[in-house]
């Protein structure tokens, strides 16, 4: 059973470019979280979501940002217009939607 | 979710048992404990998990207290390997009733394996 796969796993972009990160969970899976880990910060919830439906995205910042998780295929983090800040460590986590949740390895932006 | 207090870091002999404590005062009736641990640069990795009993898994053993105020992650035999940040979260179980939501991260204690 393949684990939870993120792609790209490095990913660069020029200010005002967009970035878009993909998260296949594991099988069987339909709850996806997406986290971002600041350079030398914790980890930080950002949307929850289950097939076609956005749970929960108290986390996600109010602009540019948007996360999808479709009835087929990758969910997809989407970052419009991307600034330095944005740079940082993005990851993926899988879960039954009960107890545990299964990361991915992530996905590195680097903002330049 | 009720909040962890947990040492910033620790270090361990290779080849002894590591122990890390989380101190969880607040820790509701519902609320699970949970541990993960993030190896340099890597996806965090769920380790385990426990309510009120003691559990053991092939990675590790949780102790809670009985009052359920506290908990200890035990690594019986620690490796070079397992040295990371390792944290304790405390949150509501998944499942239909709810509790599925985000976990929150709070700054774990770096575990360092000295050989």
């Not at chain 1, 967009?18 to 919830?45: D, I, N, T």
């Not at chain 1, 990758?74 to 039954?96: E, K, M």
Request: proline share 5%; charged share 20%; hydrophobic share 30%.
């Amino acid at each position: 059973n393949a684990g939870v796969m993120q792609n790209p796993r490095h990913l660069v972009r020029r200010r005002g470019q967009e970035a878009r990160l993909r998260c296949s969970p594991m099988k069987g899976h339909s709850h996806v979280y997406w986290y971002r880990q600041l350079p030398e910060e914790g980890l930080k919830f950002m949307v929850y979501l289950q097939k076609e439906n956005i749970i929960d995205e108290s986390g996600m910042p109010k602009e540019r940002f948007s996360a999808e998780f479709p009835k087929e295929g990758p969910s997809i983090l989407r970052i419009q217009q991307v600034v330095r800040g944005d740079s940082a460590a993005y990851f993926c986590a899988s879960a039954t939607g009960s107890y545990e949740q299964y990361f991915g390895p992530g996905t590195r932006l680097t903002v330049t | 979710d009720a909040k962890t207090t947990q040492p910033t870091s620790m270090d361990c002999a290779e080849g002894r048992a590591a122990n890390l404590p989380c101190n969880h005062s607040t820790i509701s009736g519902n609320e699970y404990v949970y541990w993960y641990r993030q190896i340099h640069s890597q996806g965090p990795q769920y380790i385990i998990h426990g309510l009120k009993n003691n559990e053991t898994n092939e990675m590790a053993s949780l102790i809670i207290t009985e009052d359920r105020k506290s908990s200890t992650l035990i690594l019986p035999h620690a490796t070079l390997r397992d040295t990371a940040v390792y944290y304790c979260i405390v949150r509501v179980a998944g499942g239909s009733g709810g509790g599925a939501d985000g976990l929150t991260f709070g700054k774990g204690t770096h575990l360092i394996i000295q050989p």
